[in-house]
């Protein structure tokens, strides 16, 4: 399997964290795991007529579909005659593009995209970063920028920080916090928060500095080891023995 990514013009870059392309090889049928991220992705799938994942949804050859944000980790398959290319938003980029009600009904969801949305499937293949970019420049409305200024607090301090105080920062009550979560990024505010903490804590691992876990788990905000490791399993589904 081949990935590459392509980074999006500077004018997309608030709003869209990358684009990317996964291309099959002559290996067996390789299964990987998804974790989550905060984002939503578009994908195109241009390879094999059907591409299961491990829960035994199909994205179907010629079509374009739409990953909701995720509250858990997923296993996917890739398969020789793959061929994928994908359009990951940052966290409440999505919006800048697209108008929906809610993201919260896509959480946890794929759902095949309404073609008349979706980037030109054949143009994406051929060019991928220049027509992507021109795709998305010619939708680009102003995004919510109050909410992208949360998304870049809660990144500088890699989630550790409380909704109270996030709502405060940002002249919203709790509750109106957590309604523009729900309605941007399709999580609560504390489930997002939990996530980028995670998320940090897992990069911290994979540095192979000779940190312990514990160690770990108080620079990022955890109570213990046994704190952070619970994380772990509940958002990577498995041990951090095993990342």
Known sequence: MAYTEYHPHPALAPYIDAYWKVTGDDSPV?????????????IMNLGDDELPDADGFFMKNEKSYLVGTMSHAIETAVSARSLLIGVRFRPAGFAAFYQYESMHIFTDQTVEFDPMLAPDLRAAESEPKPYLDQFFLRRLQNGDRRMM??????????????VATLAANSCLTIRQLQRTFKQHIGLSPKEFLNIMRFRH????????????????ALETGYYDH??????????AGVTPSLL
């Open 30 to 42: 390789a299964t990987q795991t998804i974790l989550p991220d905060g984002c939503v992705d578009i």
């Open 201 to 216: 804590a897992l990069q911290l691992i994979k540095t192979g500095k000779k940190q312990s876990l514990l160690d770990i």
């Open 226 to 235: 046994a704190h952070l490791s619970n994380e772990i399993r509940r958002y």
């Open 149 to 162: 200024s949360v998304i870049t607090e809660i990144e500088s301090k890699n989630g550790r920080i409380d």
